[in-house]
């Protein structure tokens, strides 16, 4: 029998895709923080393979796996990192490392965790195959759509859709400790370290799980707010009116998602396209970046002509436009992108350069209008691309009633 060590602090997600491996014939042995995984290696024979996450307590993902393959022992050990969508910068230092592949937890089924860990341990062990320069690029499943009533990868129609019965009735119990957490979190942001912490490991435990039963909206946007939250507990002093708008339109958003979420299908990813506006080149090329580096398509214009003309001829889900345009106040913009076939609901992410200069240029919630105050970190405008794509096919609910936060 096959030994693998699961080194990963989210335990209720772990103990899904371990119930799957153990089905399969699989040994599993699970290390709860990196230190503990370090330990376990050191202590016996080690195992036959490790999955490991890169956001570890005490110590990082990457640094355990920098230390197995400094290890004679453990030098040539398959490593699997089974980690979120939005830690880009970790899964290539991963990559560098030493890592065989780079798994996100969102789009791998139990299923197909289980394929490909025995795909990987097929393979020749790393010290018996020539040295090769390896991709820094993360694995992605084929993507389909999912047919009568399966998502891909999932075991059987049937037994998808129960897992999804049972996670949907669930639902309204974890989005309310997420809002509770978010209000506790909201009263004192300043000071809140350990708030924000357990909110960022609840977020984080939803991703999973909405990523196993096939709901793709809620484990993209968990995983990207996720990511916000942890970068948030690295810079507390980032934490302010902005963030905390951000998060609590997220969370407002899952739960729109899991009030409709469909019982026998799974729902789409990311959006297809999103149209920046700025008139500074740099400032315009670094949103598309750091928007395609989360796989969110971004195309840029210079000017509100240029923009309108590109709205006309394409389908774009969603815009980000800087408020202080030259040539056009942003209200009269917005009124011709509305006058535009298909365009009557899209959100229009308003990049204000102090908080509340949204007032200044005419801001209105209703008008799809949503502000997000500069600086901001780039996860944070993915964070808000989702949030409000998403609403967007969710009119049931808005953002505002999630929960109620101090700013």
């Given at each position: 029998?096959?030994?693998?060590?699961?080194?990963?602090?989210?335990?209720?997600?772990?103990?899904?895709?371990?119930?799957?491996?153990?089905?399969?014939?699989?040994?599993?042995?699970?290390?709860?923080?990196?230190?503990?995984?370090?330990?376990?290696?050191?202590?016996?024979?080690?195992?036959?393979?490790?999955?490991?996450?890169?956001?570890?307590?005490?110590?990082?993902?990457?640094?355990?796996?920098?230390?197995?393959?400094?290890?004679?022992?453990?030098?040539?050990?398959?490593?699997?990192?089974?980690?979120?969508?939005?830690?880009?910068?970790?899964?290539?230092?991963?990559?560098?490392?030493?890592?065989?592949?780079?798994?996100?937890?969102?789009?791998?089924?139990?299923?197909?965790?289980?394929?490909?860990?025995?795909?990987?341990?097929?393979?020749?062990?790393?010290?018996?195959?020539?040295?090769?320069?390896?991709?820094?690029?993360?694995?992605?499943?084929?993507?389909?759509?999912?047919?009568?009533?399966?998502?891909?990868?999932?075991?059987?129609?049937?037994?998808?859709?129960?897992?999804?019965?049972?996670?949907?009735?669930?639902?309204?119990?974890?989005?309310?400790?997420?809002?509770?957490?978010?209000?506790?979190?909201?009263?004192?942001p300043a000071g809140g370290v350990r708030e924000l912490a357990e909110l960022s490991l609840s977020v984080r435990a939803l991703a999973g799980k909405a990523g196993i039963v096939g709901l793709n909206q809620v484990a993209e946007l968990s995983a990207a707010l996720e990511a916000f939250l942890r970068q948030l507990q690295d810079d507390p002093h980032r934490i302010g009116p902005s963030p905390l708008r951000t998060i609590a339109d997220a969370v407002g958003a899952i739960t729109a998602l899991l009030d409709l979420a469909p019982v026998a299908s799974g729902s789409p990813g990311m959006p297809s396209a999103v149209l920046v506006l700025d008139k500074?080149?740099?400032?315009?090329?670094?949103?598309?970046?750091?928007?395609?580096?989360?796989?969110?398509?971004?195309?840029?214009?210079?000017?509100?002509?240029?923009?309108?003309?590109?709205?006309?001829?394409?389908?774009?889900?969603?815009?980000?436009?800087?408020?202080?345009?030259?040539?056009?106040?942003?209200?009269?913009?917005?009124?011709?992108?509305?006058?535009?076939?298909?365009?009557?609901?899209?959100?229009?992410?308003?990049?204000?350069?102090?908080?509340?200069?949204?007032?200044?240029?005419?801001?209105?919630?209703?008008?799809?209008?949503?502000?997000?105050?500069?600086?901001?970190?780039?996860?944070?405008?993915?964070?808000?691309?989702?949030?409000?794509?998403?609403?967007?096919?969710?009119?049931?609910?808005?953002?505002?009633?999630?929960?109620?936060?101090?700013?």
């Amino acid at each position: 029998m096959k030994r693998l060590l699961f080194i990963d602090d989210d335990r209720v997600v772990v103990s899904l895709y371990r119930s799957k491996l153990q089905a399969d014939g699989f040994a599993v042995d699970v290390a709860v923080d990196g230190e503990i995984g370090i330990e376990r290696l050191k202590a016996g024979p080690p195992p036959d393979l490790v999955l490991l996450d890169l956001g570890l307590p005490k110590i990082s993902g990457v640094e355990v796996l920098k230390w197995v393959r400094s290890n004679p022992a453990t030098a040539a050990l398959p490593v699997i990192v089974f980690s979120t969508s939005y830690v880009a910068e970790r899964v290539q230092d991963a990559w560098k490392a030493g890592a065989n592949r780079c798994l996100t937890k969102s789009s791998c089924t139990p299923r197909e965790l289980s394929e490909i860990v025995k795909a990987t341990l097929a393979v020749p062990a790393l010290s018996d195959r020539p040295s090769i320069a390896k991709a820094v690029v993360v694995d992605t499943l084929k993507e389909e759509q999912p047919r009568d009533g399966q998502t891909i990868g999932s075991m059987d129609g049937s037994s998808h859709i129960q897992e999804r019965q049972a996670f949907l009735s669930k639902s309204a119990a974890l989005m309310g400790d997420l809002r509770l957490r978010l209000q506790r979190f909201s009263e004192r942001p300043a000071g809140g370290v350990r708030e924000l912490a357990e909110l960022s490991l609840s977020v984080r435990a939803l991703a999973g799980k909405a990523g196993i039963v096939g709901l793709n909206q809620v484990a993209e946007l968990s995983a990207a707010l996720e990511a916000f939250l942890r970068q948030l507990q690295d810079d507390p002093h980032r934490i302010g009116p902005s963030p905390l708008r951000t998060i609590a339109d997220a969370v407002g958003a899952i739960t729109a998602l899991l009030d409709l979420a469909p019982v026998a299908s799974g729902s789409p990813g990311m959006p297809s396209a999103v149209l920046v506006l700025d008139k500074d080149k740099a400032n315009r090329r670094a949103i598309c970046n750091s928007l395609a580096s989360s796989g969110v398509r971004a195309i840029g214009a210079g000017d509100p002509s240029q923009a309108l003309l590109l709205l006309a001829d394409n389908a774009f889900d969603l815009i980000v436009a800087d408020a202080d345009m030259p040539s056009m106040r942003l209200p009269d913009f917005c009124t011709q992108v509305r006058s535009l076939a298909g365009y009557r609901k899209t959100p229009v992410l308003l990049i204000a350069s102090v908080a509340g200069g949204e007032d200044r240029v005419g801001f209105n919630p209703d008008d799809g209008v949503h502000p997000i105050a500069v600086p901001f970190l780039p996860i944070e405008l993915v964070v808000k691309v989702l949030t409000h794509v998403y609403l967007k096919s969710s009119p049931t609910r808005t953002a505002s009633e999630s929960v109620k936060v101090h700013e």
